[in-house]
């Protein structure tokens, strides 16, 4: 079976401090996709990434930055310089398609909040 | 492009009613996925569908029915409410999984059953 944790519950910075969120995942499969969605307080789910299990290689978006490493079963979301607008509940998500159907396993979240 | 819609936004119900919430999608997505998310977790499968006319159970499908008779749409029943059902329902839908894994969300709809 398939699960996803992410051991911090709440982590709380002051602005322009870099912030990393852990993700550590369990799968059989050795096809499979990780995602990162944001939840802002509207409450909607916002698309970050997706990552295939055969794509190890970095990625980073302007502030935003991923680190995929199998060998110890983590995808990590790094954000640099944060900012207020970032403060959100972030999930991760993990799934098996195409042998589940594409269904996601989420995460519990981390709640990110962005002093001034 | 509306996405993907759901309706109501905002429902209270007694412990016993019954309701349906619609959610619908204007991308031509051939699965579509029902989760709730509880105070402090993240989000669980309810059930889902692969195409019109299939549904399948997903982790928490107990009280709860769907349909997919249009592509379109996919409607999810409680027949009757239970205060363990209050928790805010997303509906996501994604392209065939040829193409891509990502899931488009609906803004949500919060239930509150007394």
């Known amino acids: 079976a398939q699960k996803v944790t992410q051991a911090q519950t709440e982590i709380s910075v002051v602005e322009k401090e870099d912030v990393t969120l852990d993700c550590v995942y369990e799968?059989?499969?050795?096809?499979?996709?990780l995602f990162w969605y944001k939840q802002p307080p509207s409450g909607e789910l916002v698309f970050l990434i997706r990552?295939?299990?055969?794509?190890?290689q970095n990625e980073i978006s302007g502030r935003y930055s991923w680190n995929f490493q199998k060998s110890t079963s983590s995808f990590n979301f790094t954000i640099t310089a944060s900012q207020v607008v970032d403060s959100a509940v972030y999930f991760c998500?993990?799934?098996?398609?195409?042998?589940?159907?594409?269904?996601?396993?989420f995460g519990d979240g981390t709640t990110l909040t962005v002093k001034p | 492009n509306a996405g993907v819609t759901q309706t109501p936004k905002f429902r209270v119900l007694k412990t016993g009613q019954s309701m349906t919430l619609l959610c619908a999608q204007d991308?031509?997505?051939?699965?579509m996925y029902w989760y709730r998310q509880d105070p402090g977790m993240g989000l669980r499968l309810i059930h889902y569908s692969v195409g019109e006319g299939t549904t399948a159970k997903g982790e928490v499908p107990d009280g709860y029915n769907v349909s997919r008779l249009k592509k379109q749409n996919f409607l999810l029943g409680l027949e009757s409410a239970a205060p363990s059902q209050t928790s805010v329902y997303f509906c996501?839908?994604?392209?065939?999984?040829?193409?891509?894994?990502?899931?488009?969300f609906g803004p949500g709809t919060r239930l509150t059953v007394t």
């Open positions: 998500a993990l799934s098996e398609a195409p042998t589940n159907a594409g269904k996601s396993t």
């Open positions: 991308m031509n997505h051939e699965y």
């Open positions: 996501a839908s994604s392209y065939d999984l040829s193409i891509s894994y990502e899931q488009y």
């Open positions: 799968t059989r499969d050795t096809t499979y996709y």
């Open positions: 990552r295939n299990s055969f794509d190890e």
